[in-house]
């Protein structure tokens, strides 16, 4: 329990929180426990920080228009230079026992943490294009992913073709890849991914004027304040084509991408061509959240990701008291939200390790 004076800390109150995960919510979650003077322990297991948008590259995020590198940049920047926070790359939680207050956690390189609370804040996947194979990645070069076009975008190479290096000329970016696909078992919708390909089209129209773009939607997602600065503007402005269609498949005839399907408002087959199909992917549950949910005794949600306990109790509270969860590894998420979570389950963690929760404890 917290000293009742609040003149000396106690024990859990010097035990540094444990966050696991260095993408946007642990940084944000490592930098709000810092901010009010608390130690964490920051479990990463890739070999850098920065999370899905500086692993995969992305180029300028929405809605800020920054670029990742220096907007998720600057947040690991300032979580490396803080000395409150120590840094485990390439390192995993391999067990996790105790009460809330009083957790000790095995990791992967042998050190152990003795942690009041902990937060995790373990992101997404990718969603992997080739389940997907009538849609032609993996068997065309030039049916390639956002994320793809978003490295292509932001090492400054611009947008080309990979078989042989091209401007493409006509580029087709089908959207829901991997997201409300009941035959796939993913019937999610990821949430930004109509946003994000707006984004990139404008950004193709920009750096390739001759280039015709079409966006293939079965709905347009562009929610909140985005459906002006993305939906409306990149027809406008940008002169990007929308084409409500269900796609049948991508194929090639030698030359050109084939992309057949039907035009679901004029109810009619369409075959058009292109240089390239950009596939607009989705966010899948982390591969590792079996592993992760045994660990640390937490449920996960029917599809997949870590299931929060409530909605409207303590933010990010899991089935177990004590350990929080924050971002994407709640399922399809924004940077924006994702930092949001975190800076509210930091929160809750503190709470708990300080042993003044009235509920994340419970
Ligand atoms: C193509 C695409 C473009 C996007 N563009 C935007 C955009 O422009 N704007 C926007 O708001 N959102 C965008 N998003 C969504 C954005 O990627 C997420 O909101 C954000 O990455 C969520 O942050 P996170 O920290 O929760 O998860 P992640 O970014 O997934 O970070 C999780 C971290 O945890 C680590 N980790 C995973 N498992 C473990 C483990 N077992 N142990 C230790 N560490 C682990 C990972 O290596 C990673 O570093 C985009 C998504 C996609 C698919
Ligand atoms: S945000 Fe758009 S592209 Fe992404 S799954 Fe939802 S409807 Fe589909």
């Given at each position: 329990?917290?000293?009742?004076e609040g003149?000396t800390p106690s024990?859990?109150?010097?035990?540094?929180?444990?966050?696991?995960?260095?993408?946007?919510?642990?940084?944000?979650a490592?930098?709000?426990?810092a901010?009010v003077g608390?130690?964490s322990?920051?479990?990463?297991?890739?070999a850098?920080?920065?999370?899905a948008?500086?692993?995969s590259?992305?180029?300028?995020?929405?809605?800020?228009?920054?670029?990742a590198?220096?907007?998720i940049?600057g947040?690991v920047?300032?979580?490396?230079?803080?000395?409150?926070?120590e840094?485990?790359?390439?390192?995993?939680v391999k067990?996790?026992?105790?009460?809330?207050g009083?957790f000790?956690?095995?990791?992967?390189?042998?050190?152990h943490?003795e942690?009041?609370a902990?937060?995790?804040?373990?992101?997404?996947?990718?969603?992997?294009?080739?389940n997907?194979?009538?849609?032609?990645?993996?068997?065309y070069?030039?049916?390639?992913?956002?994320?793809?076009?978003?490295?292509?975008?932001?090492?400054?190479?611009g947008?080309?073709?990979?078989?042989?290096g091209r401007?493409?000329k006509r580029?087709?970016?089908?959207?829901c890849v991997?997201?409300?696909?009941?035959q796939?078992?993913?019937?999610?919708?990821?949430?930004?991914?109509?946003?994000?390909?707006?984004?990139?089209?404008?950004?193709?129209?920009e750096?390739?004027p001759?280039?015709h773009?079409?966006?293939?939607?079965m709905?347009?997602?562009?929610?909140?304040?985005?459906?002006?600065?993305?939906?409306w503007?990149?027809?406008?402005?940008f002169?990007?084509k929308?084409?409500?269609?269900r796609?049948?498949e991508v194929?090639?005839?030698?030359h050109?991408?084939?992309?057949?399907?039907e035009?679901?408002?004029?109810k009619r087959p369409?075959?058009?061509?292109?240089d390239m199909v950009?596939?607009?992917i989705?966010?899948d549950?982390?591969?590792?959240?079996?592993?992760?949910?045994?660990v640390?005794?937490?449920?996960?949600?029917?599809q997949g990701?870590i299931?929060?306990?409530?909605?409207y109790?303590v933010?990010?509270?899991?089935?177990?008291?004590?350990?929080?969860?924050?971002?994407?590894a709640?399922?399809?998420?924004?940077i924006d939200d994702?930092?949001a979570?975190?800076?509210?389950a930091?929160?809750?963690?503190l709470?708990?390790?300080?042993?003044?929760s009235?509920?994340?404890?419970?």
């Open positions: 329990m917290s000293d009742p003149l024990e859990e109150m010097t035990k540094p929180i444990l966050i696991v995960g260095g993408g946007p919510a642990g940084l944000a490592a930098h709000a426990v901010s608390h130690r322990v920051l479990v990463e297991k890739a850098l920080l920065g999370g948008p500086i692993q590259g992305y180029a300028k995020l929405v809605p800020s228009g920054q670029w590198k220096d907007a940049g947040m920047r300032r979580v490396e230079i803080n000395g409150l926070v840094k485990k790359l390439n390192t995993v067990t996790f026992n105790g009460q809330p009083n000790i956690a095995e990791l992967s390189d042998g050190t943490v942690t009041g902990a937060i995790l804040a373990t992101g997404f996947t990718h969603f992997d294009s080739v997907k194979p009538e849609w032609g990645f993996g068997t070069q030039d049916v390639v992913t956002t994320t793809q076009v978003e490295q292509m975008i932001s090492s400054g190479k947008v080309r073709c990979l078989s042989d401007k493409p580029v087709a970016i089908l959207l991997g997201s409300r696909d009941r796939i078992g993913r019937e999610w919708c990821s949430k930004i991914c109509c946003t994000v390909s707006a984004n990139l089209a404008m950004e193709i129209r750096e390739l001759d280039c773009v079409y966006i293939y939607y709905d347009i997602r562009t929610f909140g304040l985005m459906e002006t600065d993305y939906y503007r990149s027809q406008e402005e002169k990007v929308y084409i409500k269609a796609i049948a194929t090639s005839d030698g050109k991408l084939i992309v057949k399907g035009d679901t408002l004029v369409i075959t058009i061509p292109f950009v596939h607009a989705g966010m549950p982390n591969v590792d959240n079996m592993t992760i949910s045994a640390f005794g937490v449920d996960l949600h029917k990701f299931a929060r306990k409530d909605t109790g933010m990010g509270a899991t089935s177990r008291a004590g350990v929080l969860v924050a971002g994407a709640i399922g399809p998420e924004t994702s930092i979570q975190a800076n509210a930091a929160l809750g963690a709470a708990v390790s300080n042993g003044v009235q509920v994340a404890a419970e």
